[in-house]
C-alpha cells in the first residue's frame, strides 16, 4: 500500500447496531446476519458524494446504503441476489421515505457479477459513490437465545442456502467474484468518482485471512485507484476506554483459540477501503490528483445538475 495513503479513524459504533436501526428500519430488518452499521453508511455517504448525487451498492442486502443515501437527500440505486433481501430493501427505503427522507431509491434483485446488464445502461457514468460491502465467508453473524439446560440456539445466520451466493463461494471464488463486480462499478461511476468498501478480517482453519489487504489489489486489478483506508470502529468510545460491542459469536471463537493456547483478540474494527474511479486522462499526474486531499465543493460545481432516479 502506497505510505501516502490518509488514514482515518471514525467513532462509528458510540450505539450499538440495534440502536442504530431502532425506528430507522423495518423490525425485521435484524434477520439479515450482516449488515452494514448505518453509522458507517452516513458518514461514508456525506463523505463522498454530495446532495443530489447517485449512489449504488452491487450488494445491497437489507438496504443500509440505501436507506442513509435517501435520508442524505441522494438518489440510490442497490442489486442483491437474493430476493428475500431484495423485498426487504425496498421495505426500508419506503419506511425511509414515509420519514420524510428525500432521496428516492430502487432495488433490483439480480447477480452483481454481471451489474452492467443488471442495471439500466443510462446510469452508465453518472454514479458518484459504490458503498458495499461483501460476504465474509462462513457467517459468525446471527441471533442467540440462551435456551435453560438447552444451551444456545442460534438463528439468522445465514444468508441463503443457495451455493452460488458469494457467501459460499470460498475465499479464491469469493476474490474473482470481488474483481468483476469492482470492474462493472468502474463501468457505472462518473470519472473521479468513489468506491468505498467495508471490510474485515476472518479466522480459517487458525489463520487470519486478510480480506481488506486482498482487495486493495482485487481494486487496482479493476483499474480503481487507492484512495484512502480509514478504520471504522465497531466499538463505542467513552473517555479513553473502549465499550465492546463484541456479537456473541466473535466472542466465543476468540474464547475457544484462547483455551487452546492460541493468543487471538477480538476485531474491533472494519477497514473502508476508499477507491477512486480515474478520471478520462491517463497519466501519472492524474493519479497523483486523486489522492490529494477532497474538495467535494468543488464536485458539487462541476456537477451542478443531479441525476434523478425515476419517480
Same mark, same amino acid.
Request: glycine share 10%; proline share 7%; aromatic share 4%.
Given at each position: 500500500?502506497?505510505?501516502?495513503?490518509?488514514?482515518?479513524?471514525?467513532?462509528?459504533?458510540?450505539?450499538?447496531?440495534?440502536?442504530?436501526?431502532?425506528?430507522?428500519?423495518?423490525?425485521?430488518?435484524?434477520?439479515?446476519?450482516?449488515?452494514?452499521?448505518?453509522?458507517?453508511?452516513?458518514?461514508?455517504?456525506?463523505?463522498?458524494?454530495?446532495?443530489?448525487?447517485?449512489?449504488?451498492?452491487?450488494?445491497?442486502?437489507?438496504?443500509?446504503?440505501?436507506?442513509?443515501?435517501?435520508?442524505?437527500?441522494?438518489?440510490?440505486?442497490?442489486?442483491?441476489?437474493?430476493?428475500?433481501?431484495?423485498?426487504?430493501?425496498?421495505?426500508?427505503?419506503?419506511?425511509?421515505?414515509?420519514?420524510?427522507?428525500?432521496?428516492?431509491? *430502487?432495488?433490483?434483485?439480480?447477480?452483481?457479477?454481471?451489474?452492467?446488464?443488471?442495471?439500466?445502461?443510462?446510469?452508465?457514468?453518472?454514479?458518484?459513490?459504490?458503498?458495499?460491502?461483501?460476504?465474509?465467508?462462513?457467517?459468525?453473524?446471527?441471533?442467540?437465545?440462551?435456551?435453560?439446560?438447552?444451551?444456545?440456539?442460534?438463528?439468522?445466520?445465514?444468508?441463503?442456502?443457495?451455493?452460488?451466493?458469494?457467501?459460499?463461494?470460498?475465499?479464491?471464488?469469493?476474490?474473482?467474484?470481488?474483481?468483476?463486480?469492482?470492474?462493472?462499478?468502474?463501468?457505472?461511476?462518473?470519472?473521479?468518482?468513489?468506491?468505498?468498501?467495508?471490510?474485515?478480517?476472518?479466522?480459517?482453519?487458525?489463520?487470519?485471512?486478510?480480506?481488506?489487504?486482498?482487495?486493495?489489489?482485487?481494486?487496482?486489478?479493476?483499474?480503481?485507484?487507492?484512495?484512502?483506508?480509514?478504520?471504522?470502529?465497531?466499538?463505542?468510545?467513552?473517555?479513553?476506554?473502549?465499550?465492546?460491542?463484541?456479537?456473541?459469536?466473535?466472542? *466465543?471463537?476468540?474464547?475457544?483459540?484462547?483455551?487452546?493456547?492460541?493468543?487471538?483478540?477480538?476485531?474491533?474494527?472494519?477497514?473502508?477501503?476508499?477507491?477512486?474511479?480515474?478520471?478520462?486522462?491517463?497519466?501519472?499526474?492524474?493519479?497523483?490528483?486523486?489522492?490529494?486531499?477532497?474538495?467535494?465543493?468543488?464536485?458539487?460545481?462541476?456537477?451542478?445538475?443531479?441525476?434523478?432516479?425515476?419517480?
Amino acid at each position: 500500500m502506497p505510505a501516502d495513503i490518509p488514514l482515518s479513524v471514525w467513532p462509528t459504533a458510540q450505539r450499538n447496531a440495534r440502536a442504530q436501526r431502532a425506528g430507522r428500519y423495518v423490525e425485521i430488518s435484524g434477520h439479515h446476519p450482516a449488515k452494514m452499521l448505518p453509522t458507517i453508511a452516513a458518514r461514508a455517504i456525506a463523505t463522498y458524494s454530495a446532495p443530489g448525487d447517485l449512489v449504488c451498492d452491487p450488494m445491497a442486502g437489507i438496504g443500509s446504503t440505501l436507506v442513509e443515501a435517501v435520508h442524505l437527500g441522494r438518489d440510490a440505486i442497490g442489486v442483491e441476489y437474493e430476493e428475500n433481501w431484495a423485498e426487504l430493501a425496498r421495505a426500508n427505503i419506503a419506511y425511509a421515505r414515509g420519514q420524510g427522507a428525500t432521496g428516492h431509491g *430502487e432495488v433490483v434483485c439480480g447477480d452483481a457479477r454481471h451489474l452492467p446488464g443488471v442495471l439500466d445502461p443510462a446510469i452508465r457514468g453518472l454514479v458518484a459513490l459504490v458503498l458495499t460491502s461483501p460476504p465474509y465467508g462462513p457467517s459468525l453473524h446471527g441471533r442467540v437465545t440462551a435456551r435453560p439446560g438447552q444451551g444456545i440456539a442460534k438463528s439468522h445466520d445465514r444468508y441463503s442456502t443457495d451455493p452460488a451466493n458469494l457467501a459460499h463461494i470460498g475465499l479464491t471464488g469469493l476474490l474473482e467474484a470481488m474483481r468483476t463486480i469492482l470492474s462493472g462499478c468502474r463501468q457505472l461511476l462518473r470519472p473521479g468518482g468513489y468506491v468505498a468498501m467495508t471490510v474485515r478480517p476472518w479466522w480459517h482453519d487458525g489463520r487470519l485471512i486478510d480480506l481488506p489487504g486482498r482487495l486493495v489489489g482485487v481494486g487496482e486489478d479493476a483499474g480503481l485507484v487507492l484512495y484512502e483506508r480509514n478504520v471504522a470502529l465497531l466499538t463505542g468510545l467513552r473517555g479513553e476506554g473502549l465499550v465492546p460491542r463484541t456479537s456473541f459469536f466473535a466472542l *466465543e471463537a476468540v474464547r475457544k483459540a484462547r483455551a487452546r493456547g492460541i493468543p487471538r483478540l477480538v476485531i474491533a474494527h472494519e477497514d473502508l477501503l476508499v477507491f477512486r474511479n480515474p478520471p478520462a486522462v491517463s497519466g501519472s499526474a492524474s493519479i497523483r490528483s486523486l489522492r490529494e486531499p477532497r474538495d467535494l465543493g468543488d464536485q458539487r460545481r462541476s456537477h451542478a445538475e443531479p441525476h434523478r432516479l425515476a419517480a
